[in-house]
């Protein structure tokens, strides 16, 4: 199982980012799926999780501006980030908890980061 996520960069105050991150191989279902970020000199932290129902949790920090979504057909989650902040630069991790063709154990994958960088 892989998960592959895109779209970070550099963007001003107040723009706006798009993150995609999609899950590939032999998976047989997947629950949770979210987006964490770290920035330097910090812990990693939790910014948006959404179920396979579709209820979501934000964290303080971001709600009202970012928004989770996902597609269950195609295995996919995205975070649309508006409104961006300089405190919101930080290199950005997609994680989804699935269960793999023939494995009885639920797992947390993790995709790769991507850095998001919020000039003032």
């Known amino acids: 199982v892989q998960l592959q996520a895109s779209g970070g960069g550099l963007v001003q105050t107040g723009g706006s980012l798009r993150l995609s991150c999609a899950a590939s191989?032999?998976?047989?279902?997947?629950?949770?799926m979210g987006w964490y970020r770290q920035a330097p000199g910090k812990q990693r932290e939790l910014v948006a999780i959404?179920?396979?129902?579709?209820?979501?949790h934000y964290a303080d920090a971001v709600k009202g501006r970012f928004t989770i979504s996902r597609d269950n057909a195609k295995n996919t989650v995205a975070l649309q980030m508006n409104s961006l902040k300089p405190e919101d630069t930080a290199v950005y991790s997609c994680?989804?908890?699935?269960?793999?063709?023939?494995?009885?154990?639920?797992?947390?994958?993790w995709g790769q980061g991507t850095q998001v960088t919020v000039s003032s």
């Open positions: 994680a989804a908890d699935i269960l793999r063709v023939g494995v009885a154990l639920w797992k947390k994958y």
């Open positions: 191989g032999s998976i047989f279902s997947r629950n949770a």
């Open positions: 959404i179920t396979s129902a579709g209820n979501t």
